[in-house]
């Protein structure tokens, strides 16, 4: 057993870190997200530098213009970078899982044109996943998309989605069978933005301006050669494409990055020297160190080429969690200068989101509950 | 990194998993507790395998130690690993196969094995004092029958004890952690599942009680903790109990244990309130464990110092 990285990497951090600094600003907190065109051009501008580095896609293999880099360097990226904000902006998910299921299930049409454009860090895609009436059971899905000639028809609501104002194509489920067992109707469509019938609405709130919107498909016509793999065979592609990301974020270290910004804050009004809070300090910390171990532990599974397993869900828990640890911490340390915005005191309002998306805690725990403790299924 | 034991640690996790199987010493350890004795046997045949050398053996160290005080934890064993395989063979400097008792001070609170050791450190301020145990010199301490068996030193016992001098109170207070996290990581992971297989067995309302959600959330819970602990145990031997690596691992055991102590407990109902019902033997150690050298609040505390308190330049988390 080994805890500490190897040299090789603990350089690559190095030159990461370098490259952080030569690239953004000092002090950099995070793009100004509400305004949509800056954040597409200043995060665009980050994500082709580091395609230029060789560093956007190196976790894909090298046929597709990766070099295969392991697991632990994309750890590295997504400790350094997710921690102070994402710079690459939402083209992260291009390269983390969309990019990856493109190259599994695409025809070669598909991967030449999109895969090569996903790596020089040129292109913004969002997904279409939840419903009004499919959070959680997103196999239950409605979205329609019915054959005409060459085309889908595409007819439904999709909601939550984010990053909808700079996207230029969206990962979209569609229910392709309304018959037979809601998994099996499910297709995936790659949808360009810009395809007449579809309307996007914004839905304002307070955890990040941009983040929620509506997309609405009105008869939108989409070429049947957008279909990323076998139509009905959308929900296996989604859930491979998922499990298989290799690395999740980075969320322990973002977490740590708020807590060193909640002590400095304490340290300047003195709360410092108050046992209570040094005691909930550390217990804060040791929470993100667990989410640490935990996340290292399911890239050395990984690694070792172990299928997804429940160790995902672990961990994504412990990530997740120790945000709120310390959002609430900070909560407490920050008091009312906190609330104002980029204060960098008012975590807990955004917090709760993570453990809602991408799967909620609800199901998280359900699946280590099922696949990992192997407790019956209430039926 | 790696977080796959070698060879080497497999076998050690393996052998003593199933000697303490085979020999039911959590079945032994209720009887021995009853009586406030030591199981002998048990530490004779660690002794005969080598266990008591591993830290310091050529070959061997720190994580193999560990990992041998966590198995022992997990299968009930009533002996004093941490102390004695671990914790004093740090300290010391050398190995020894006696049972080792660990205290504090002037070892008047109540501490494990203090009746049944024959040698305890007692750890001062600044300072470690050894001192041969022997029954005149402890007092015992009633505490129901169940966890550890406990005791106390009577007034100025350690007048007649050697000092180990001065880099040795450090020295213990970190390996001490390092043993506890190790200890409670192997507790709590026998509670956590001598608690699955109750739930998926015991029926009520014509079902297994491990069905309903509200108990598969809370054990699914409980198991991320439970597995978060023992890395960070590990974690923090590999690292030869680095002060920060052992306050984290014993701040996160203290602290998140007591939800497996509450939640063991709670659904095993009134079966596990009894004497012969094991779930005690592993849940009524966590109490003890949670109590030593000052409970989470005092390794929460020592965290704290240690990343933002000390007075070297803090390493940054991020570039910018």
């Known amino acids: 057993m080994e805890f500490d990285w190897d040299p090789d990497d603990a350089k690559y951090r190095t030159e990461i870190r370098q490259f952080i600094r030569e690239n953004l600003p000092s002090g950099w907190r995070g793009y100004g997200k509400g305004e949509v065109d800056e954040y597409k051009s200043e995060s665009g501008r980050f994500a082709r530098a580091m395609a230029e580095r060789g560093w956007l896609t190196q976790s894909w293999p090298v046929e597709y213009g990766g070099s295969d880099a392991s697991g632990w360097r994309q750890a590295i990226i997504s400790e350094e970078l997710w921690s102070i904000g994402e710079p690459r902006g939402p083209q992260y998910m291009n390269v983390n899982w969309i990019g990856p299921a493109i190259m599994e299930y695409g025809t070669p049409e598909q991967k030449s044109y999109h895969l090569k454009r996903i790596s020089s860090g040129d292109v913004f895609w969002c997904q279409g996943f939840s419903e009004p009436d499919a959070g959680s059971d997103l196999a239950s899905l409605r979205c329609r998309a019915v054959h005409e000639g060459d085309n889908y028809v595409v007819t439904g609501t999709k909601i939550w989605t984010s990053h909808v104002g700079l996207a230029d194509f969206c990962f979209l489920l569609v229910r392709t069978d309304p018959e037979g067992p809601k998994h099996h109707g499910i297709s995936v469509l790659l949808v360009p933005m810009g395809t007449p019938g579809i309307e996007v609405r914004h839905i304002g709130n307070f955890v990040e301006e941009q983040a929620l919107h509506e997309l609405i498909f009105d008869g939108a016509k989409v070429p049947t050669s957008c279909r990323l793999g076998d139509e009905n065979e959308g929900w296996m592609v989604v859930r491979r494409a998922l499990a298989f990301e290799r690395v999740g974020a980075a969320h322990h270290q973002r977490a740590l990055v708020s807590l060193d910004r909640i002590v400095e804050y304490a340290e300047k009004t003195g709360l410092i020297s108050d046992p209570e809070i040094q005691t909930c300090i550390g217990e804060a910390y040791a929470a993100c160190e667990a989410a640490r171990v935990l996340y290292y532990r399911v890239v050395d599974l990984r690694e070792k080429g172990n299928p997804p397993s429940p160790d995902a869900n672990i961990s994504r828990l412990s990530g997740t969690g120790c945000l709120r640890v310390v959002a609430e911490l900070g909560h407490l340390v920050f008091g009312a200068e906190g609330l104002c915005e980029g204060s960098g005191g008012d975590d807990i309002r955004r917090v709760q989101t993570s453990s809602v998306a991408a799967g909620t805690r609800e199901v998280q725990l359900d699946q280590i509950a099922l696949r990992y403790l192997n407790l019956p299924k209430l039926r | ?320």
């Open chain 2, 1 to 320: 990194m790696d977080f796959a034991p070698d060879d080497q640690q497999r076998q050690i996790s393996d052998a003593v998993e199933r000697l303490l199987a085979d020999r039911e010493s959590y079945k032994v350890a209720i009887k021995l507790v009853e009586r406030d004795a030591y199981d002998e046997e048990l530490h004779q045949e660690l002794v005969g395998l080598g266990f008591f050398g591993i830290a310091l053996g050529e070959g061997f160290g720190a994580v193999d130690a560990a990992i041998m005080v966590e198995r022992i934890g997990y299968g009930g064993g009533l002996v004093s690993a941490g102390a004695s395989a671990l914790v004093y063979p740090m300290v010391v400097g050398d190995s020894t196969t006696e049972t080792v008792a660990l205290a504090t001070g002037d070892g008047i609170l109540p501490f494990r094995f203090a009746r049944n050791a024959s040698i305890v450190l007692a750890l001062q301020d600044s300072d470690v004092i050894r001192l041969p145990l022997t029954p005149e010199l402890v007092e015992p301490v009633a505490n129901g029958r169940v966890g550890y068996p406990l005791g106390r030193l009577k007034p100025d016992a350690l007048a007649q004890g050697d000092r180990l001098g001065s880099d040795s109170a450090d020295k213990m207070r970190r390996w001490w952690r390092v043993s506890l996290a190790s200890e409670i990581a192997g507790a709590a992971r026998g509670a956590l599942d001598r608690t699955v297989r109750y739930v998926q067995e015991r029926e009520q309302f014509n079902r297994p009680i491990g069905s309903f959600q509200a108990v598969q959330h809370q054990l699914a819970n409980l198991t991320v903790q439970v597995e978060a602990t023992r890395w960070l145990a590990y974690r923090a031997a590999f690292r030869g109990a680095a002060p920060l690596d052992a306050a984290v691992a014993a701040c996160y055991a203290t602290t998140t244990s007591p939800n497996v102590y509450r939640e063991s407990h709670q659904f095993h109902g009134a079966m596990g309130f009894t004497r012969e019902y094991p779930l005690h033997v592993w849940t009524m150690r966590l109490l003890v464990l949670q109590r030593e050298l000052g409970g989470c609040i005092a390794h929460a505390r020592e965290a704290t110092r240690q990343r933002y308190m000390s007075e070297r330049p803090r390493s940054p988390v991020a570039a910018v």
